[in-house]
C-alpha cells in the first residue's frame, strides 16, 4: 500500500514542484530576468559593460519578437541605459583604447535600440565602438588582436565579440562600403585560415584552435602556424554562432556572404561528428575526448545547438540526410535532462558551464580542465536561450 502511495505521489508531486513555462526559452530568459542577470550590472551593482549581457540581449530580442512580451523589450532597454550616459557616452568600464573586442559585443544592442526608438544616444553608443575598430590594433595580415595586451593574437570568441556589430553597423549606416564588407569577411577568414586544424596534426578533428599568435611568441604558439595547442569548445561555440548571426546580416550580393557560407559548410558537419556519441553533446576540449579530466561543457554545446539549427532553418547547412539536426536534436534533449534543474520557486538553474578559458596562460589540456564550472553562467544561460529559440521552430 505504502508503496502504491509513493508511486503516485511521485507522480504527481513533481507537476506541483516544477511551475515551469511551457518553454525552455521563456523559462530561461524570465529566470535570468528574476535574478537580475544580463543588466548591465555586475554583482556589486555597479554598471559594466559585458559581452554576456550583450549576447543575452541578443536572446532577448529574438524572445520579443516571438512572443511580443514588453517584459523582454523593457529589460534590455533597462540594461542598455544603465551602461550608456543620455548624452550616449559609454561607461560601466568601458575604454576605448584598451581596444579589446569583448565590449564590442554590447554593440548590437546599441544597434537595436536606436532602430526602434530613434533615440541619438543610441547612434552615439554605436558610433564610438565603431570609432574603435578603426584604429583597433591588427596583424600584418589585417586580423585585430584580441585586445591591445594581446600582441598579435586572434582569438575565435574575438569574431563573435566584434563582428556582429561590425556587420550591423554597416548594413545600417554604409550599407555600399564594399571596403568595411570585406574587412568584415577578412576578419572570419583570417581566424579560419590561421587556426584550422592541418591534416597531419594531432587530435585532429577538423576543427578550429581556440587562437593563434600571428608572431608566435605565446608561450603557447605552435612552431609551425602559431596556433594554440587545444580546441575549445566555447571559442568554436562562439564563431559558429558568429557565423549563422553575420550570414543573416551580411546581404548576399557580397562576396563575403558565400566565403563565410563555405566555412560554415566545411565546419558544421565537423561539429557535428564531435560530438559524443553516447551523450550527444560536446566535451570541452575537443581533441581530448574522453581524456581524464574533461567533462561534457554545457556552454559550447548549447552555442552549437542553436548554430546548426539556425544555419539549416536559414539554408546555410545542407542537411539532406538529416544528420545535423538529428544531432542537435540529441544533443538539446540532453541539455534539458541534464544540465536544466528547476529550482523550486518556479525558475531554473543551469549547470556545467565552464567560467573561462583564456589564452593568457600556456593554453594547454590541463589549464583548461583546471578551470571550474559555475552555476547560471550567463554565458552558457544565453546560449541556451538561443539553443531552445531556435529548437522551438523545429
Ligand atoms: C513576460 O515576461 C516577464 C519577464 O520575464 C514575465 O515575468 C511575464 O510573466 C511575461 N508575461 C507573459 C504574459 O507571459
Ligand atoms: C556625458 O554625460 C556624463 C554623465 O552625465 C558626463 O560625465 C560626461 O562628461 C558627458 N560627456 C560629454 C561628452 O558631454
Ligand atoms: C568604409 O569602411 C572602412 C573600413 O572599415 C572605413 O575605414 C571607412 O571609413 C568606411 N567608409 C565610409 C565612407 O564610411
Ligand atoms: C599550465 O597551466 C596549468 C594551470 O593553469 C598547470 O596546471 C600546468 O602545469 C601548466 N603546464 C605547463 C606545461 O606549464
Not at 109 to 125: C, D, H, V
Given at each position: 500500500?505504502?508503496?502504491?502511495?509513493?508511486?503516485?505521489?511521485?507522480?504527481?508531486?513533481?507537476?506541483?514542484?516544477?511551475?515551469?513555462?511551457?518553454?525552455?526559452?521563456?523559462?530561461?530568459?524570465?529566470?535570468?530576468?528574476?535574478?537580475?542577470?544580463?543588466?548591465?550590472?555586475?554583482?556589486?551593482?555597479?554598471?559594466?559593460?559585458?559581452?554576456?549581457?550583450?549576447?543575452?540581449?541578443?536572446?532577448?530580442?529574438?524572445?520579443?519578437?516571438?512572443?511580443?512580451n514588453?517584459?523582454?523589450?523593457?529589460?534590455?532597454?533597462?540594461?542598455?541605459?544603465?551602461?550608456?550616459?543620455?548624452?550616449?557616452?559609454?561607461?560601466?568600464?568601458?575604454?576605448?583604447?584598451?581596444?579589446?573586442?569583448?565590449?564590442?559585443?554590447?554593440?548590437?544592442?546599441?544597434?537595436?535600440?536606436?532602430?526602434?526608438?530613434?533615440?541619438?544616444?543610441?547612434?552615439?553608443?554605436?558610433?564610438?565602438?565603431?570609432?574603435?575598430?578603426?584604429?583597433?590594433?591588427?596583424?600584418?595580415?589585417?586580423?585585430?588582436w584580441?585586445?591591445?595586451?594581446?600582441?598579435?593574437?586572434?582569438?575565435?570568441d574575438?569574431?563573435?565579440?566584434?563582428?556582429?556589430f561590425?556587420?550591423?553597423?554597416?548594413?545600417?549606416?554604409?550599407?555600399?562600403?564594399?571596403?568595411?564588407?570585406?574587412?568584415?569577411?577578412?576578419?572570419?577568414?583570417?581566424?579560419?585560415?590561421?587556426?584550422?586544424?592541418?591534416?597531419?596534426?594531432?587530435?585532429?578533428?577538423?576543427?578550429?584552435?581556440?587562437?593563434?599568435?600571428?608572431?608566435?611568441?605565446?608561450?603557447?604558439?605552435?612552431?609551425?602556424?602559431?596556433?594554440?595547442?587545444?580546441?575549445?569548445?566555447?571559442?568554436?561555440?562562439?564563431?559558429?554562432?558568429?557565423?549563422?548571426?553575420?550570414?543573416?546580416?551580411?546581404?548576399?550580393?557580397?562576396?563575403?556572404?558565400?566565403?563565410?557560407l563555405?566555412?560554415?559548410?566545411?565546419?558544421?558537419?565537423k561539429?557535428?561528428?564531435?560530438?559524443?556519441?553516447?551523450?550527444?553533446?560536446?566535451?570541452?576540449?575537443?581533441?581530448?575526448?574522453?581524456?581524464?579530466?574533461?567533462?561534457?561543457?554545457?556552454?559550447?554545446?548549447?552555442?552549437?545547438?542553436?548554430?546548426?539549427?539556425?544555419?539549416?532553418?536559414?539554408?546555410?547547412?545542407?542537411?539532406?540526410?538529416?544528420?545535423?539536426?538529428?544531432?542537435?536534436?540529441?544533443?538539446?534533449?540532453?541539455?534539458?535532462s541534464?544540465?536544466?534543474?528547476?529550482?523550486?520557486?518556479?525558475?531554473?538553474?543551469?549547470?556545467?558551464?565552464?567560467?573561462?578559458?583564456?589564452l593568457?596562460?600556456?593554453?594547454?589540456?590541463?589549464?583548461?580542465?583546471?578551470?571550474?564550472?559555475?552555476?547560471?553562467?550567463?554565458?552558457?544561460?544565453?546560449?541556451?536561450?538561443?539553443?531552445?529559440?531556435?529548437?522551438?521552430?523545429?
Amino acid at each position: 500500500m505504502e508503496y502504491v502511495l509513493l508511486a503516485v505521489l511521485a507522480s504527481i508531486l513533481p507537476s506541483f514542484a516544477v511551475a515551469r513555462p511551457s518553454s525552455y526559452a521563456v523559462w530561461a530568459a524570465d529566470s535570468a530576468i528574476a535574478r537580475g542577470q544580463g543588466n548591465g550590472l555586475d554583482s556589486t551593482g555597479k554598471a559594466s559593460v559585458s559581452y554576456e549581457h550583450g549576447e543575452l540581449q541578443w536572446g532577448l530580442k529574438q524572445l520579443y519578437d516571438t512572443t511580443g512580451n514588453q517584459s523582454y523589450f523593457n529589460y534590455i532597454l533597462a540594461g542598455a541605459n544603465n551602461i550608456v550616459f543620455d548624452n550616449g557616452t559609454v561607461h560601466g568600464g568601458y575604454t576605448l583604447t584598451d581596444y579589446s573586442l569583448d565590449p564590442v559585443r554590447t554593440g548590437p544592442t546599441f544597434l537595436y535600440l536606436y532602430q526602434m526608438t530613434g533615440q541619438s544616444k543610441w547612434k552615439t553608443a554605436a558610433d564610438t565602438f565603431r570609432k574603435q575598430l578603426e584604429t583597433h590594433p591588427r596583424t600584418a595580415q589585417g586580423q585585430y588582436w584580441h585586445k591591445l595586451r594581446y600582441y598579435n593574437q586572434g582569438w575565435l570568441d574575438g569574431i563573435y565579440m566584434g563582428d556582429i556589430f561590425y556587420a550591423q553597423y554597416t548594413k545600417d549606416f554604409q550599407s555600399s562600403n564594399t571596403t568595411a564588407w570585406a574587412d568584415i569577411t577578412s576578419q572570419f577568414n583570417l581566424m579560419f585560415q590561421n587556426s584550422i586544424q592541418a591534416t597531419g596534426d594531432a587530435n585532429n578533428i577538423g576543427l578550429l584552435y581556440h587562437g593563434y599568435d600571428y608572431s608566435h611568441t605565446a608561450a603557447w604558439a605552435s612552431a609551425d602556424r602559431g596556433h594554440s595547442p587545444e580546441v575549445w569548445d566555447r571559442a568554436l561555440g562562439w564563431y559558429a554562432m558568429a557565423l549563422v548571426d553575420a550570414l543573416d546580416i551580411i546581404p548576399n550580393s557580397q562576396p563575403g556572404h558565400a566565403t563565410l557560407l563555405n566555412i560554415l559548410q566545411t565546419i558544421a558537419p565537423k561539429i557535428r561528428d564531435a560530438a559524443d556519441p553516447s551523450s550527444g553533446v560536446w566535451w570541452l576540449v575537443m581533441t581530448r575526448a574522453g581524456h581524464s579530466g574533461n567533462y561534457f561543457e554545457s556552454s559550447g554545446s548549447a552555442m552549437f545547438v542553436y548554430a546548426l539549427l539556425k544555419g539549416v532553418r536559414l539554408g546555410y547547412i545542407p542537411d539532406t540526410d538529416g544528420s545535423i539536426v538529428k544531432a542537435a536534436r540529441k544533443a538539446y534533449e540532453y541539455m534539458t535532462s541534464h544540465w536544466v534543474v528547476s529550482n523550486g520557486d518556479g525558475s531554473m538553474g543551469w549547470t556545467n558551464t565552464v567560467e573561462v578559458g583564456s589564452l593568457s596562460g600556456n593554453g594547454t589540456y590541463e589549464y583548461y580542465i583546471s578551470v571550474p564550472t559555475d552555476l547560471n553562467d550567463l554565458k552558457g544561460l544565453a546560449a541556451f536561450l538561443l539553443a531552445s529559440i531556435e529548437y522551438e521552430k523545429l
